[in-house]
């Protein structure tokens, strides 16, 4: 990783650029040397190309600010109350002040960014729950996927990246409502025929649709194709739709369908992934019938890639049963070629065997 960086050590040697090898090993020994020197170290790691970015949440990687930024201009209001955007009659005596005051309101405005964000997090609280709350507090859905898109890539040049594989839900909920309508039927063959018999290729076109406005609107913002264009419209973006795990049944296999579908037709989109709390009780009860729906749709659609959120668990969040083989099912059955997080392995059951494989 760091013999692929020159430019930072070359700028303060004041040497012409050498052949490959010498610079490596000037790097390598420039990097040593700072080793223990946080403000060198800052200034040498941001410069430092870092490849690409696989596992990052669209949703996730925006900033509080833009959200409340974006929420002024759509005319929501602040349920000061739960700190979460909202859609209503705004009425600053009764506790929903419009987010156009808001952002006039410093004291309102960080109580808001810190409830909407890990900013000033207190170690002391449940950090897992407040992670995962942020989400519900962004407001309700609005079209700013292409705002959001300009936002993660732009600051991914500025940082160096060079790739990135952003997850979001490419239908807007469309598959998740067609699965609703249709009803369970735990037969997966049944149920999949059943639900492209129903149309469900509309919800792959408006999928298409959707990204295609999105990136246009990032395009715009970011001037790409202009002398004067953002950095970010040289990164190359693909996407991985995601699922939520917390769903009855016939909704996360809807989504999961769609995944699959809109992978195969559309190259932007690279994989799929599940996602909301790992130990969400829907989550955990159905955690091996949904490793099994992967099992099935992965035999229909070989092509596609499963990427995987994983062993995002700890002892005292779950029973202990429940640490002793998601990643191993996740991989064996789902077909994750990824797993995200991963941090509890070590309570699986032959956890060094179960290395040795995913590393094979």
């Known amino acids: 990783m760091i013999t692929a960086w020159t430019s930072l050590f070359v700028a303060t040697a004041g040497s012409r650029l050498q052949p490959a090898a010498s610079s490596e090993a000037a790097t390598a020994r420039y990097f040593a040397s700072i080793r223990n020197q946080p403000l060198l170290l800052l200034a040498f790691l941001a410069e430092m190309p870092k490849g690409g970015d696989l596992h990052n949440h669209l949703t996730g990687a925006v900033y509080a600010e833009s959200y409340l930024r974006w929420a002024a201009e759509d005319g929501l209001c602040l349920a000061t109350t739960t700190m979460t955007l909202v859609a209503a009659t705004c009425d600053a005596a009764a506790g929903q002040p419009p987010v156009t005051a808001v952002l006039r309101n410093a004291t309102l405005f960080n109580q808001a960014i810190d409830a909407m964000s890990m900013r000033h997090w207190n170690p002391a609280l449940n950090g897992h729950d407040h992670f995962f709350a942020t989400f519900g507090k962004f407001g309700p859905p609005s079209d700013k996927t292409g705002d959001m898109i300009a936002e993660v890539v732009a600051r991914a040049a500025a940082e160096r990246i060079s790739y990135l594989e952003l997850m979001l839900t490419p239908d807007g909920g469309a598959a998740a409502q067609r699965g609703r309508a249709a009803g369970w039927d735990p ?34 913002l970011l001037r790409c194709g202009a002398s004067d264009s953002d950095p970010g419209c040289r990164i190359v973006v693909r996407y991985i739709s995601q699922v939520g795990r917390a769903g009855v049944p016939e909704q996360v296999f809807a989504q999961m369908l769609a995944g699959f579908e809109i992978a195969t037709e559309d190259p932007r989109f690279v994989g799929l992934n599940l996602v909301q709390p790992e130990d969400d009780p829907t989550a955990l009860r159905d955690f091996s019938q949904q490793m099994a729906m992967l099992d099935f749709l992965h035999a229909k659609y070989p092509g596609v890639q499963i990427a995987l959120h994983a062993g995002e668990l700890g002892e005292g969040l779950v029973p202990p049963e429940a640490l002793r083989f998601h990643i191993r099912e996740s991989v064996r059955t789902g077909h ?9 392995v070590m309570y699986e059951d032959d956890p060094l065997g179960l290395l040795r494989e995913m590393a094979a």
Not at 200 to 218: G, I, K, T
Not at 336 to 344: D, E, F, Q, S
């Open 187 to 220: 037969d997966f063959g049944r149920q999949r025929d059943r639900l492209l018999a129903g149309g469900f290729q509309d919800v792959v076109a408006e999928a298409r649709r959707r990204l295609d406005v999105a990136e246009s609107r990032q395009r715009a």
């Open 336 to 344: 994750a070629r990824r797993i995200g997080h991963g941090g509890g």
